[in-house]
């Protein structure tokens, strides 16, 4: 059985310049507009922290609780465990906070972008299961997806590391979805 897939969103013809507007990205013979946060930076994004640390009993615990008595929260964590040592990433609501924490204590770190990703349900199926179809129609490559807690008031939320954030937010936008800045992270306490 084959099955097919077209792509939904509205396209533009290509226009052939030597450099497109600032506001605007071409992909795959498209172009499309890029999305605008309240910061003013041309992609929304959320800073993922990979911390390094030693593969032992807790570590974690150790980690996680430097962050006491300051005002940054963990909205997501995901472990990667090594024989010796182990990499664990954070989405904070203060990343710069966090990462000025993190120095002061002497953790070693890496900072990377994700698309945070609101999925509401509708009737053309799961909210995961849309984004990965549309990523897919604009070959973007999905590295890792992991779950973080914004609100429990709000619908529920995904990180994702692409190999495109910017073509990747487009794309999503175009779709429908809400796409979430670190802003939003901060005033959805």
């Given at each position: 059985?084959?099955?097919?897939?077209?792509?939904s969103?509205?396209?533009?013809?290509?226009?052939?310049?030597?450099?497109?507007?600032?506001?605007?990205?071409?992909?795959?013979?498209?172009?499309r507009?890029?999305?605008?946060?309240?910061?003013?930076?041309?992609?929304?994004?959320?800073?993922?922290?990979?911390?390094?640390?030693?593969?032992?009993?807790?570590?974690?615990?150790?980690?996680?609780?430097?962050?006491?008595?300051?005002?940054?929260?963990?909205?997501?964590?995901?472990?990667?465990?090594?024989?010796?040592?182990?990499?664990?990433?954070f989405?904070?609501?203060?990343?710069?906070?966090?990462?000025?924490?993190?120095?002061?204590?002497?953790?070693?770190?890496?900072?990377?972008?994700?698309?945070?990703?609101?999925?509401?349900?509708?009737?053309?199926?799961?909210?995961?299961?849309?984004?990965?179809?549309a990523?897919?129609?604009?070959?973007?490559?999905?590295?890792?997806?992991y779950?973080?807690?914004?609100?429990?008031?709000q619908?529920?939320?995904?990180?994702?590391?692409?190999?495109?954030?910017?073509l990747?937010?487009?794309?999503?936008?175009?779709?429908?979805?809400v796409?979430?800045?670190?802003?939003?992270?901060?005033?959805?306490?």
């Amino acid at each position: 059985m084959t099955a097919t897939f077209q792509a939904s969103w509205p396209t533009k013809p290509v226009i052939f310049c030597k450099s497109p507007p600032h506001d605007t990205i071409i992909r795959m013979g498209t172009i499309r507009e890029r999305p605008i946060t309240k910061r003013g930076r041309d992609t929304p994004c959320v800073r993922q922290v990979s911390v390094f640390v030693e593969n032992r009993v807790g570590m974690l615990a150790t980690l996680v609780g430097i962050f006491d008595g300051s005002d940054v929260r963990t909205l997501a964590l995901t472990v990667m465990q090594g024989f010796d040592c182990a990499i664990v990433r954070f989405v904070f609501n203060d990343t710069d906070l966090a990462t000025q924490i993190l120095r002061q204590r002497g953790y070693h770190f890496s900072i990377c972008e994700l698309v945070a990703v609101e999925m509401h349900h509708s009737r053309d199926g799961d909210g995961l299961a849309r984004i990965g179809k549309a990523l897919l129609a604009a070959e973007i490559d999905i590295h890792y997806v992991y779950g973080i807690i914004v609100s429990p008031h709000q619908y529920p939320t995904v990180v994702i590391h692409v190999d495109n954030p910017e073509l990747a937010s487009a794309v999503l936008s175009e779709e429908h979805f809400v796409i979430l800045d670190e802003t939003d992270l901060n005033s959805k306490q």
